[in-house]
């Protein structure tokens, strides 16, 4: 693969000197492992993410994108290289920082109002107040009338909607998403698609970081996306999607359709090479 665009690297910044907003992967690696039986999964990896965009990870199965997404999570330490955020190294997890997970990880003896409010729960904010939060996050995913329900009383996708509302209550700045419509219905899926869309990307408020294996899906939401070789991870080409929001009413124009060829035929090319 090409790469289309040079990813540039941040040094940290010298007092007085204007901080760069946004996240910067600075030269990250990660093993797991050591020795011969080391696992490389992320080799050099170095490019900008834009403060407000919605950022896919794409690539081959099990080449590292969970990984780079959960070390710029922070719960995973690269092996070498560093994540800043608007100039600052991360160093763990922080406030600033939410992960919507594949499996849903809802708490099964919670119903939908506690799960919603877990996360403030961690951070010790007041139960009325967290309460308040978590129902308002849930009317934004559109569970109202479900707050009382355990998650076993409700199908995957509202079960998702609620691990979205968990996210969303902590109003986080960036949103770290991991395959989170993987485990649903086409039609569902679709659904969530036009709802992130709207809740997130009308007003450029969370900086997004997608992990998807749909092309479709990438094209569809995306401000950018990183393609990436196979394990271990390299930065194989950067695509800027150029369309607006809301981009249902041109899924079959011949301008997305040709994105979505030229995506494919990277990820072909890295598989056949």
Known sequence: MRQTQTPQST????????????IVIDGISHSYGVGEAAVH?????SFPIRRGDLTTFLGPSGCGKTTLLKIIAGLITPSDGRVLIDGREI???GPDR?????NFALLPWENALSNAAFGL???????????KV?????????????????????SGGMQQRVGLARALATNPQILLMDEPFASVDELTRRTFQEDLEKLLLAEKKTTVLFVTHSIDEAVYLSDRIIVFTSRPAKVGEIIDVPFPHPRAPMRLSPEFLQIVDRLWGLL???KVR
Not at 11 to 22: H, I, M
Not at 121 to 131: I, M
Request: with cysteine; aromatic share 4%.
């Open 11 to 22: 040094t940290a910044t010298v007092p007085g000197e204007a901080r760069p907003e946004g």
């Open 41 to 45: 999964t992320c080799d050099k990896i």
């Open 91 to 93: 160093t763990g997890p």
């Open 98 to 102: 939410a992960l919507v997970f594949q």
């Open 121 to 131: 729960e961690l951070r010790g904010v007041p139960k009325a107040e967290r309460l």
């Open 134 to 154: 978590a129902r308002e996050a849930l009317a934004l995913v559109r569970l109202t009338g479900f707050e009382r329900a355990y998650p076993h009383e409700l």
């Open 268 to 270: 072909k090319e890295d």
